[in-house]
């Protein structure tokens, strides 16, 4: 049984690999430009799943995406020479969906931002529904009251 580091380990390791390979060795001119965010290892250290991103249009990003698949063969011999683990663990390619959580927090923080600067235009604009200063100042009479007030 394998414990945890040692599977955070290899998924590190792993990551170090793929992301050099794809920087260096593999010239598949579908690849596009590619960074590999975060490699996670199964507990028997027998499958890793390799998460990437692509920057560019949907059809860059589709073609990097059979780039890697065609490329997974020598991706993996690379792993299991550099890593020396028994037995080489199988790689998936899954593209990461940072960029498009984090467009969508993007979009909702400048929605945000509108409202607040609509709300600060209608707060600056605003007249006081009473009176501007609503509150008795020392040294007014209580005349307006209709009699003095007693102590």
């Given at each position: 049984m394998s414990d945890a580091p040692r599977a955070r380990r290899l998924a590190d390791r792993i990551q170090q690999i793929v992301a050099g390979m794809l920087?260096?060795?593999?010239?598949?001119?579908r690849l596009g430009f590619v960074t590999v965010t975060d490699v996670r290892v199964t507990g028997d250290l027998q499958h890793a799943t390799v998460f990437y991103t692509v920057l560019g249009s949907d059809e860059e990003r589709e073609s990097t995406a059979a780039a890697l698949e065609s490329a997974k063969g020598l991706l993996?011999?690379?792993?299991?020479?550099?890593t020396g683990v028994r037995l080489t663990p199988t790689l998936e390619f899954i593209p990461d969906a940072l960029p498009e959580s984090a467009?969508?927090?993007?979009e909702a923080l400048r929605a945000a931002r509108e409202r607040d600067a609509e709300?600060?235009?209608?707060?600056?604009?605003?007249?006081?529904a009473g009176d501007a200063d609503p509150y008795r100042k020392p040294g007014e009479h209580a005349?307006?009251?209709?009699g003095e007030h007693q102590a």
């Open positions: 920087d260096t060795r593999i010239k598949d001119p993996r011999s690379e792993v299991g020479q550099q467009a969508s927090i993007e709300l600060a235009a209608r707060a600056a604009a605003a007249q006081p005349d307006s009251e209709g």
